[in-house]
Structure formats: C-alpha cells, structure tokens
C-alpha cells in the first residue's frame, strides 16, 4: 500500500496544525499555573474532550480493536462497567476536593490531606509509570507504522534501509510532542487533544461505517460471529460460558470498582485535564462531559476488531503447523488479520493445541489498510498518529508536573522562582521525552522486561483508590495508616500474583512464582482478582493503623475531606447543568447500553 | 480575547473535507469505489467533513460576537 500526495497533505497539514497551537499556546504561558494547568481558564466541554484524548492512546484505539476481535462485544464492559461510573463518581463527589484544594497534582491532595512519605510514595511510582507508558506506547506506534508498510517506497527512494522506518517514527512523533509540550505546555497539550479527538472521530468513524456495510450491518455480524460475540451479560454467571474467562462478581468488582475507580478517580494524567477548567463547576462538569461521549466508543474502537474478525475466517480454518508457512504468506489475501508471526523463529505462532495464533493488534489498522482509498488512507493514518501524539502528551504532561512540584520542589529545591518552576517544567518535558524514548528502545529488546515493570505498576496501582477514597470521606484516616495501607496492598497484589496462575500459563511473569495455589480461567479474572485483594488490603490496613493512630486535626482538612468541607450552595446556572443531574443522565444512558446489548 | 480552538479545528477540517471531496470528485472513481465497497467515500465524508468545518468557523464567529 503506497500513500498518494493527498495522503501525504493530510499527515503534513496535521502536524502543521499541531505546532501551530502549540506557538499558539506558548505566548499565553508565562508562569508556572499557565505551564502546569494551563492558567485554570479553560472551559469545561474543551476540558472534557481533553479529558477523553488523553486516555485515547495507542493501547486504547488498537488495544480495544484487538479485544474485540478476540472477546467480541464483551470489551465494552471495560467502557460501561469500567468507566463510564468511575468517572460520574470523580465528577459529581471527588471533583470538588480535588479542583477545590487548589491542589497542583494528585500526589499534592496526598500531601495536603495526609503527609510527605505517603505523597512520595505516589509521586515517584507515578512519575515513573508515565515514563515506562509513554515509551511503550511510542514502541507500539513505531512497531505498528513498520507493521503496515505504508512508509516503504518513500525509504526506498531515499535509498534509506527499512529499519529505520522504526527510528524515525519514533522520532518524529517524539519531537512534534516535544515542541508543542515545551512551548505551551498543559494547554498546548490539552487544545491539542481537542483536535487530536475530532481528527480520531474523524478517521474511525467512516470505518465502521464501510466495515458494518461489508459485513451485512449488525444483523449480518450477528450471524457471522454468533451470539458470544454480540452480547455483553450473556453467560456471566460463570467463566466457562462467557469469552473473557471472568464470572460477574470478580468483573464488576474488579474491574468495574477497583482497576476503573483507581483509574479513572486518582490517575493524575486524567485528574489534571479537570484540574485546567476555569471554575468547580466546569472541573466537575469535566469528567461528566466526558463520559457522555465515552460511552458511545465501543462503537468506534471495539467494532472495526469485531468486524475485522468477521472478515478472517479463512486463516483459522487453513491446517495448522504443516502448512502454516504457506498460511503465512496468504492472510493478506485470506482476511484482514493475519497469523502471527514469532519473532524468534519467523514461523507462524501456535497455540497450545496447535492451531495459529492470530495478530489480533492488526486488527483495526488492516481493516483501514483494506478499505480506505486514497485520501481516506492519509485521513486514516492520521487518526492513528492523532491518538499516539495525544497518549503520549497526557504521559509527558502529568510526568512534568508531577516531577517538578511533587519530586523537585519537595526534594531537590524548595524554595525558588515561580520563573525557575516554570523552566524545569520545561526542562523535564525534554528529559521525561527523551527517557520515554529510552523505554520505547527498551521494550524492542526486551518485551518480557516490559511485561515484568507493566505488572508492577499494576500492584502499585491497584490500592491507591482506597487511599484517596478514605482521605476524602473519612476525616480520621491518618497519615501512618494511608502509607502501611498503601504499602501493604501493594504487597498483597504482589503475594496474590505470586500464589495464583491463569490456565494454561506457565509459573513465572504470568503468576505464581512463590507456590501455585490457585488456578483462574484466564488471565483477566486472575487481573481483577489481584486488584480485588490489593484494594480490600489497603482498605482494611488504612483503617486499622488510622484507628489506633494519633488524629489528624480536623482544622487542617477544610476543603480536603467531605464532612469538613461546607457544601456547596445552589449552582449558578441552569438545573441540567448541575453535575448531579448530568451524572445521573449519564449513568441511565450506561444502563440502557448495558440492557440493549445485554 | 481568549484562544477559540475552534477556530484552528475548523479551518483544518474545512481543508482536508475539501481535498478529500475534490479527489473524490476529480479522481478516477474506479480504483477509489472498488477499494470503498462501491461508496466514493472520499467525496462523501469529504463533504461531511466540509460541513463540519464550517459549522466550527460559523461557532467561533458566533463565540466572538458575545465575548464583550
């Protein structure tokens, strides 16, 4: 697949634009409030489309296109169950602590509602994770442009060798990032994400749109694919009859109330978009907005997988091993996803009963690379690029921030110009890219190395919304207890991890590296099972050491906990305005979802 | 006066809707319909894309004139 010259006017005139908002945002960012939360001026539905952009990454737009070609529609639950009440929750009740505290980060309400070591403990877990998730989204992007062949001919012309393509995808989204971030810093990055989200509407909606025509709309999918494709509550009662392995209790709490409150409630690239608006009640309004829009993305980044999938059937009937190399060659004429290919012996991938296994990343981009003409393609390619840059910049954002205020004025130099801040936030901006870069090379070399920090992190940030939901509504969490409750959840995810192994794994990075006591139907419930254990461990732990702990004075929680913050008084504006209201149009909207695709 | 985003988001997709439509209109149909499952969908989210545009330009317009 070549790209035409319209195709290349579409990619250049994006990153034309995105540069010119950054210089756009940069004679506006003067201190270190403009550079870090973009002055708090902008207003909520600007906010709330930054808000959904950020998190619009590489994982979330080929991510969600390979669950849905491998669950099937059972991936919105991470959507419906997974988002869409976690962030009703931060907008209507944890918003007002957060915006309200005039807190600059989410490891600051740490230090504000509890101490030093429990805002450390956050601050430098975070602003590593956002390094590693950055990088390895940059890998992915870069894999994935390589992947495609697109770039090819053009290499070819200027007699550059192929691999290279890798390099300088890397690079090029990197710099692009780096001059918008560097220039405008919090607002460069969020008016970006605003384009960056209507260029991703822009570029998948027709897809679906082409790929639900082929595939005979949403009746023909349901009779090419079968019911456990199209249907989200069927057959939760139990693991066994439903695709992704889990029952609904371990879904709903695990995922549903642990890994999606964590997420979507404490994690400060998403918190920090709110934390720009210009009033509380744009700040709460944000994540509601948000949402409201959020829930209608299955549509857009689970279906292309499903269809995708629906056009591949030829690849998982051909005979296994004998002829999987010649399977190798064809999938392209076969369907759109292809066999995957193992690096280490460049034969097709087999599973455990000899069947190959698909590449099911490859779902989304083929079916673009299969449908799209000319001018599309480039439309298309540039939806892609949009949803990496904007990843990416939520990571460099928040890492900036986080860095400078939670780890260089705590640590390093306390006591400085607001002009010094302002220029290690920019410093950090160059240096966190340049790690990320470090991390994306990394992950080339050693995939298992990522998969070992990724878990990590996963035990790290699974407790952390019991921490943030007791400092905020419990006005006698302590300090100590909020630190051994951290740390201890952190250790009971670990220990979790360590006694339990999904099926069909082998004891190591996949769990059960201490002594293998419990076996779980797949991967995902053993996930949400780990997070269950953390979050009811740090739960319990905080509340344990908070009780026989000293106090904390209650003078010094105005404004950081629910009983000690006076209430709001009436909203200025209209009544379908007000964040309780919007929240319960949202999650009604989420339950009728929910029921028509039950 | 504060920065309209809507203003750059506007101008943008008005240019690429009007690329996109003019190569649907002007390209050879062929290889673009058999590709898009016979929709020439270049010219018609070209177009979609267009109005979407403008609809953007005609909102910052309106955005300006109430800003005292």
């Known amino acids: 697949m070549a790209l035409g010259t319209i ?36 207003p909520a539905w600007v906010c709330g489309l930054a808000f959904i952009s950020a998190n619009l990454g590489a994982q979330e737009v080929i991510g969600m296109g390979a669950s849905g070609a491998k669950y099937g529609m059972v991936t919105a639950h991470f959507y419906w169950i997974g988002a869409i009440p976690a962030m009703v929750f931060v907008g209507v ?84 990032v780096l001059v918008y971030i560097y220039m405008g810093g919090l607002r460069g990055a969020i008016y970006n994400e605003v384009l960056q989200f209507f260029l991703i509407v822009a570029g998948f909606a027709p897809l679906v749109w082409l790929g639900l025509r082929q595939v005979g709309g949403w009746e023909g999918l349901k009779t090419s694919l079968g019911p456990t494709y199209t249907h989200v509550w069927a057959g939760m009662a139990h693991p066994a009859t439903n695709r992704l392995g889990v029952d609904a209790f371990g879904l709903v709490m695990g995922l549903g109330f642990v890994l999606s409150f964590g997420y979507w409630c404490t994690d400060f690239l998403i918190v920090q978009r709110a934390m720009a608006a210009d009033s509380m009640l744009s700040a709460r309004r944000t994540p509601l907005i948000a949402a409201a829009i959020k829930m209608f993305f299955p549509f857009l980044v689970i279906l292309p997988g499903l269809i995708a999938f629906a056009l591949t059937s030829a690849p998982i009937k051909s005979p296994p091993s004998t002829h999987g190399v010649a399977a190798a060659h064809a999938p392209a004429e076969q369907g759109i996803i292809p066999v995957k290919i193992d690096s280490a012996t460049g034969k097709p991938a087999l ?31 540039t939806a892609l690029l949009a949803s990496f840059m904007s990843g990416m910049a939520g990571n460099v954002t928040a890492f900036n921030t986080v860095w400078t205020y939670d780890i260089y ?70 300090g100590h207890g909020a630190f051994i409750g951290l740390v201890c959840g952190t250790l009971a995810a670990a220990l979790h991890h360590g006694l339990t192994l999904p099926d069909g794994s082998v004891a190591g990075v996949k769990g059960g ?78 339950l009728v979802l929910n029921i028509v695709f039950r | 006066m504060s920065f309209d985003i809507r203003l750059p988001i506007g101008l943008l997709f008005l240019v690429i809707g009007l690329l996109l439509a003019g190569l649907g209109l002007i390209g050879d ?36 004139h109430r800003e005292p």
């Not at chain 1, 195709?7 to 550079?35: C, E, N």
């Not at chain 1, 709001?568 to 209209?574: F, T």
């Open chain 1, 409 to 478: 004025q705590a640590y390093i130099r306390r006591e400085a110009s607001d002009a010094h801040y302002l220029h290690i936030g920019r410093l950090a901006t160059a240096v966190g890219i340049a790690l990320s870069i470090g991390a994306a090379y990394l992950a080339s070399r050693f995939n298992n190395i990522m998969d070992l920090i990724q878990l990590v992190f996963a035990f790290v940030n699974a407790p952390v919304f019991a921490t943030f939901l007791l400092g905020m509504f419990w006005k006698r969490a302590t």
């Open chain 1, 93 to 176: 009740f944890m918003m007002p602590f957060y915006y309200g505290s005039k807190a600059r980060s989410a490891p600051e309400y740490l230090r504000m509602r509890f101490d030093e070591k429990t805002r450390g403990f956050n601050a430098f877990t975070f602003a590593i994770m956002t390094i590693f998730s950055s990088g390895i989204s940059m890998y992915a992007m870069a894999k994935l442009i390589q992947t495609l062949h697109v770039f090819d001919q053009p290499f070819q012309h200027m007699g550059l060798p192929q691999s290279w393509i890798f390099h300088a995808a890397i690079l090029v989204s990197a710099l692009v």
């Open chain 1, 513 to 590: 590296w201490i002594l293998v006591q419990h076996i779980y139907p797949s991967e995902m419930a053993q996930n949400f099972w780990t997070a269950i254990w953390s979050w009811s461990t740090c739960f319990v732990v905080t509340i344990a050491v908070s009780l026989v702990t000293r106090a904390p004075d209650p003078a010094g929680l105005t404004g950081l906990v629910y009983s000690l913050t006076p209430k709001v008084g009436p909203e200025a504006g209209r009544w379908w305005f007000s964040p309780i209201f919007l929240g319960a149009v949202v999650l009604t909207g989420a």
């Open chain 1, 351 to 381: 599973d455990s009963k000899g069947q190959p296994v698909l590449d099911y990343d490859l779902a989304t981009p083929n079916l673009l690379l299969r449908y799209f003409p000319t001018g599309m393609l480039g439309l298309g390619l």
């Open chain 1, 7 to 42: 195709d290349w006017a579409i990619l250049a005139l994006y990153l034309l634009f995105v540069l010119a908002i950054g210089w756009v945002s940069s004679r506006r960012t003067k201190s270190g409030t403009d550079f870090f939360l973009a002055g708090r001026s902008i």
């Open chain 2, 29 to 64: 149909p062929g290889p673009l319909k058999t590709q898009a499952l016979g929709v020439n969908i270049d010219l018609v989210w070209g177009a979609v894309l267009t109005v979407f545009g403008l609809i953007m330009l005609g909102l910052t317009r309106l955005g300006r």
